[in-house]
């Protein structure tokens, strides 16, 4: 299994900036990607940024240019570094593992999410 503690949520004012933290324990050496979703109320959970297996990075549209997604292997953490922060970007972030394990007879692939952490930018 794989825990996800994520950090760094907060109440902000538009421009801002917030940098979210992501430490994964537990079975990571079977991880095979990482990254951030947000959902805002009313709305379904959404991509925001995320390391595919082969390293390469993915960012929604809407924070392309603004938000940096960044690891460090050493402490088995992902982060995201959020700027000129808008009031569309309100919502809860969750943090996001693509995990693999062996179950006997073939890989099963299974999701893990963090507990959320809540971004709020006000205007």
């Known amino acids: 299994q794989v825990q996800l503690a994520e950090s760094g949520g907060g109440l902000v004012q538009a421009g801002g900036s917030l940098r979210l933290s992501c430490a994964a324990s537990?079975?990571?050496?079977?991880?095979?990607?990482m990254g951030w979703y947000r959902q805002a109320p009313g709305k379904q959970r959404e991509l925001v940024a995320a390391?595919?297996?082969?390293?390469?990075?993915n960012y929604a549209d809407s924070v392309k240019g603004r938000s940096t997604i960044s690891r460090d292997d050493a402490k088995n953490t992902v982060y995201l570094q959020m700027n000129s922060l808008k009031a569309e970007d309100t919502a809860v972030y969750y943090c996001?593992?693509?995990?693999?394990?062996?179950?006997?007879?073939?890989?099963?692939?299974?999701?893990?999410w963090g507990q959320g952490t809540q971004v709020t930018v006000s205007s």
């Open positions: 537990g079975s990571i050496f079977s991880i095979n990607a």
């Open positions: 996001h593992a693509d995990h693999t394990r062996w179950g006997g007879r073939n890989w099963i692939r299974e999701d893990y």
């Open positions: 390391f595919t297996s082969s390293g390469i990075t």
